[in-house]
């Protein structure tokens, strides 16, 4: 029975300084690190060794990875960095205080672009700064598939081929993997195991540095059903493991 481990980053920065942070390529806290050095020591009690690990190519899930690896004694292993793994693209949002944003435009308009399945935020324009098209790290990658602005349903749709292409065949292989990435990466895979629907999926909660595991039949179909699902809020049929 494979493996698979799920591991949002630390706290960030701007985690810490409440704004929206998207694709913008910040460090981790103080508690940031903290939480990941407690993640790798809970891989180690509950005797769990990867023999695979994935992260997006932003600084906060690869440095989450970093030290969860050297306390848990799993430095060697293989890691794939994928920008299918990053966090939702915020758009205009990116960079912005959460407070003074919901000041300027209001609760409900601002929970929308936050909590909805569907709703975009305000795009970037092609020649922002901020557009990845112009960072050295997506120079590969084709730019129309680059975005300027995500919904979740979005991010959702870029994560899954990641899934089918690299992580379910190291599974099918018989490797146990983690997957260290953010909150709304980790909510597209999750929304596929557990087959939730759109507005189950936006209301659901993914701690920072909490690892979930899931255990996987031969069929690669999640085995049994997870405890303490009702930590990340709702998620009746939910069958990852919180492990804390």
């Keep these: 029975m494979s493996k698979l481990i799920l591991l949002r ?8 300084e409440n704004r929206f942070t998207g694709w913008t390529d910040v460090g981790l806290s103080d508690a940031g690190m903290a939480e990941a050095e407690n993640a790798g020591r809970i891989l180690s009690r509950e005797g ?17 990875w970093n030290i969860v690896s050297r306390v848990s004694g799993r430095m060697w292993v293989p890691l794939e960095k994928s920008w299918r793994l990053n966090e939702r693209h915020y758009g205009a949002l990116q960079g912005l ?11 409900e308009q601002v929970r929308i672009w ?6 975009r935020p ?14 050295e790290k997506y120079a590969g990658i084709d730019c129309r598939a680059l975005p300027l602005g995500e919904s979740l349903q979005d991010a959702v749709a870029r994560v899954l081929p990641f ?9 099918a292989g018989g490797a146990d993997a983690i997957v260290s990435a953010h909150g709304n990466s980790l909510r597209g895979l999750v929304k596929f195991l557990d087959g939730m629907g759109d507005d189950e999926i936006a209301g659901f909660e993914i ?4 690892p979930i595991l899931y255990e996987f039949d031969s069929s690669l179909e999640p085995a049994g059903r997870g405890r303490r699902a009702s930590d990340c809020g709702g998620g009746a049929g939910f069958r990852g493991i919180l492990l804390s």
């Excluded at 089918?164 to 599974?171: E, H």
Aim: proline letters at 9%; charged letters at 30%; hydrophobic letters at 40%.
């Design 9 to 16: 980053h630390g706290q960030s920065e701007w985690n810490l």
């Design 114 to 119: 936050r909590r909805s399945y569907a709703a």
């Design 122 to 135: 305000p795009l970037l324009r092609s020649d922002d700064p901020r557009n990845p098209r112009f960072e």
């Design 48 to 64: 769990l060794r990867p023999a695979v690990a994935f992260t997006s190519v932003l600084r906060r899930a690869v440095e989450t």
């Design 97 to 107: 205080d959460k407070a003074e944003t919901v000041a300027k435009h209001g609760e």
């Design 163 to 171: 899934w089918f292409d690299r992580i379910a065949p190291a599974l």
């Design 207 to 210: 701690p920072t540095g909490v």
